[in-house]
């Protein structure tokens, strides 16, 4: 005896059919500004010799963590380059970027909804569980048939893989606030708007940056994968060499995609810890001031 077949697959290519043949010009549009972006964002961060990009990074890192970070960054970087892995390696970064910067943009307000209405959290997490589990590979098919192929349809199916920890941190993080704070907030005669951007947002930062982190981490992975569909950058790198049993392009580039994800994941875990490192810029210079509000009370008193 067997079941019969339910038309799950049939179902999904019917809806999928109906959105290329309805939503063409959104779907154009989407191609535009995706591709826009991301080539834009490639020639600014080719556009400079590697070392001023290196430098500005090595700053950056010192801004935020510490000048160890700082050199790690610089010696990263640099590895890159003499692996003649920069162009595709900033490529990459730059699929990366606005693959992140889409899927925050979405998650933030669907974790902000999900925190403050327990039916639509209800509803939406199956929906995230069902796009986390899905094999990556899935994510290409319709993408490759909404956009053909190039960077469009890798920023899609990027921006699919990694929406979920966006939206389930920052409704995490928003829970997580303390409800006597709120309520103070209520007290004062604070607007729901006013304590969403003044209290639950604040101190919910440090969850949504590790939201934003993992979705950084999950972008990367599958801006490689992405590569498959024509996108430009190390995935291509990787998929030609898998194509010619090539073993040092394929080490080269996948080396590089871990170096930039080491440095991604500690810029932006340093964005979501407190700033009070005494070893980097901003921690230098709250040291000064703090050291200098002390002289002056010294005096004072």
Known sequence: ?????????????VAIRWIKDNLDGLLDLFTFV??????GLASLLLFPHFLVVT????????LVRSWQLAVGTAITFGLIASMQMWVPAMQTLALVLVATLIAVVIALPLGVLAARNDRFSAVLKPVLDLM????????????????SLGYAPGVFATVLFALPPGVRFT?????G???????????FGATPGQILRGVQLP?????????????IMLALSMAVVAGMVGADGLGKQVTAALATLNVPQGVEAGLSVVFLA????????????????????????AAARAAARDAANAVAA
Request: without cysteine; proline residues 7%; glycine residues 8%.
């Open 1 to 13: 005896m067997t079941l019969p077949r339910i038309p799950i697959g049939d179902g999904v290519a």
């Open 34 to 39: 995706t591709v826009t972006l991301t080539d």
């Open 55 to 62: 430098l500005v990074a090595a700053l950056l890192a010192w």
């Open 132 to 147: 986390q589990t899905m094999p990556v590979f899935v994510y290409l098919i319709p993408a490759v048939i909404f956009f």
């Open 171 to 175: 409704e995490l993080g928003i829970r």
């Open 177 to 187: 606030v303390d409800a006597e704070t709120v309520e103070a907030g209520r007290a």
């Open 203 to 215: 101190l919910a930062m440090p969850t949504i940056m590790a939201g934003i982190n993992q979705v």
């Open 262 to 285: 080491i440095v991604l994941d500690r810029l932006t875990a340093a964005l979501g810890t407190p700033r009070d490192y005494p070893r980097s810029l901003l921690g230098m210079r």
